[in-house]
């Protein structure tokens, strides 16, 4: 049975991350596009969040687009933070997200984030999402080309399944991986196993399950009530406990969600409370 070994995750050997960390996407305004009605309380949840001690923050080009780096790159400085981000998705007006992997579009898209970050060199650069469009071996490449010219520390991967993670494995050193995955949706349990094999770092994004836990919803519910704490302190808990390779990234445009979150790090299940939360 999983327990919480390690309250931090090594993603390099030189480079530790407190595993609970922060997810930067609703930071932007509706439907993740253009800029939030109160910027300054988005930076007040970034400068709280890197106070309380979180040190890895998730963010994405697509993010607004531009948005959520930029509020990054304006409130912390490059060293307060672990910042990863990605490149691979188009944004329109309607809040579509629309796949695209083309080399000469990353290669693009690095130079922007690295302005909008402020920074020389991006910690963590996934590739977003595979598009149906263009090879996905020639995208890892240009993700591992930016490694080898030094403007990517670490390269991730995002939405993808274990075969596709075993390909990115024959290009370049793969970080981490960001699928879909929280108590109440499993459904990448065999690419966190596969992270877990290769000892790489697996962000459950929607790891609150952007407010809906299924069908664990009650479970998590007789949970929080026995702690006095919330079902979102409970979902996190569970992803710290269900695995050592697992860096949860909730977001949250609210300080006060993000103080809750935090102190979710704290919580310890009961053994006979994570078996019930795991069925
Ligand atoms: N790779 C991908 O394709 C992908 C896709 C989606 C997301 N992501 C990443 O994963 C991160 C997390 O996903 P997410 O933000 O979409 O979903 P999430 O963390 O599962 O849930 C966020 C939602 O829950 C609310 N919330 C957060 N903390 C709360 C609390 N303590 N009490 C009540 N409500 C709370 C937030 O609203 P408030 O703002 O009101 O707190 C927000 O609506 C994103 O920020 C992004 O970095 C990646």
């Known amino acids: ?55 890895f923050v998730d963010t994405a080009d697509s993010y607004g687009p531009g948005v959520s780096e930029r509020l990054i790159g304006e409130t912390l400085d490059p060293d307060e933070a672990v910042v990863a981000t990605k490149a691979g998705l188009l944004r329109n007006r309607d809040g579509d997200w629309l796949p695209h992997g083309d080399p000469d579009y990353v290669r693009n898209q690095v130079l922007c984030s690295l302005d909008r970050l402020r920074t020389d060199t991006i910690d963590l650069y996934q590739f977003h999402r595979p598009d149906p469009d263009t090879d996905f071996e020639e995208s890892v490449t240009t993700f591992a080309e930016l490694k080898d010219d030094g403007l990517v520390r670490h390269v991730g991967l995002s939405n993808v399944s274990v075969d596709q993670l075993e390909t990115a494995r024959d290009h370049v050193e793969v970080a981490t991986v960001q699928n879909n995955f929280n108590v109440g949706n499993r459904e990448h349990d065999d690419v966190l196993a596969a992270c877990e094999e290769y000892d790489i770092g697996f962000m459950p994004y929607f790891p609150l399950g952007a407010g809906d836990l299924g069908e ?64």
């Not at 609970?20 to 939030?36: D, K, N, Q, S, T």
């Not at 006060?256 to 006979?272: G, M, P, R």
């Open 216 to 279: 664990k919803s009650a479970v998590v519910d007789v949970v929080a009530d026995a702690h006095d704490v919330s079902r979102m302190q409970v979902a996190l808990a569970w992803l710290l406990r269900h695995s050592d390779v697992t860096l949860p990234i909730p977001g949250t445009s609210s300080v006060d969600h993000l103080e809750e979150n935090v102190a979710a790090a704290s919580l310890d299940l009961t053994d006979e409370e994570y078996d019930r939360l795991s069925e």
């Open 1 to 55: 049975m999983p327990t919480n070994e390690s309250d931090t995750f090594d993603l390099d050997g030189e480079t530790t991350v407190n595993r609970l960390g922060f997810g930067a996407m609703r930071l932007c305004g509706e439907g993740i596009v253009g800029p939030p009605d109160d910027e300054e309380n988005a930076r007040d949840v970034l400068r709280r969040a890197v106070d309380l001690g979180v040190d």
